[in-house]
């Protein structure tokens, strides 16, 4: 299982960014996938998700209305549209498969499902 992030970078506030997470090594369209955030002094933050069954997507609260998660099933790469972003958006950005510690779930925004993860893409947001 291989998960690669990237399209991180510097954005000035309001500004846009697009990440992607290029998934290989499992069959993409089974499973959950999570975009979570580490920002420095804080816990890792499950931000949004799609689910395995049929795609829906769930954001939390935080980035409702901002974010848009979807997945490329032809590409098996799913992306983060982060839209207005402000400097407390500036994290490291995972990508992560709900696998085994989630089995009965069809999405989660909890950290502790999910158990294969990429290493990360850094987005810094300036004032």
């Known amino acids: 299982v291989r998960l690669v992030e990237s399209g991180g970078g510097l954005v000035q506030a309001g500004g846009s960014l697009r990440l992607s997470c290029a998934c290989s090594?499992?069959?993409?369209?089974?499973?959950?996938l999570g975009w979570f955030r580490h920002a420095p002094g804080k816990e890792r933050e499950g931000i949004s998700c799609i689910s395995s069954s049929d795609r829906a997507a769930y954001y939390a609260d935080s980035v409702k209305g901002l974010f848009t998660i979807y997945a490329d099933n032809a590409k098996n790469t799913v992306y983060l549209q982060m839209n207005n972003l402000k400097p407390e958006d500036t994290a490291v950005y995972y990508c992560?498969?709900?696998?085994?510690?989630?089995?009965?779930?069809?999405?989660?925004?909890?950290?502790?499902?999910?158990?294969?993860w990429g290493q990360g893409t850094r987005v810094t947001v300036s004032s």
């Open positions: 992560a498969i709900l696998g085994p510690s989630g089995e009965d779930l069809d999405w989660s925004l909890i950290k502790y499902d999910y158990d294969y």
């Open positions: 090594g499992f069959i993409f369209d089974e499973y959950a």
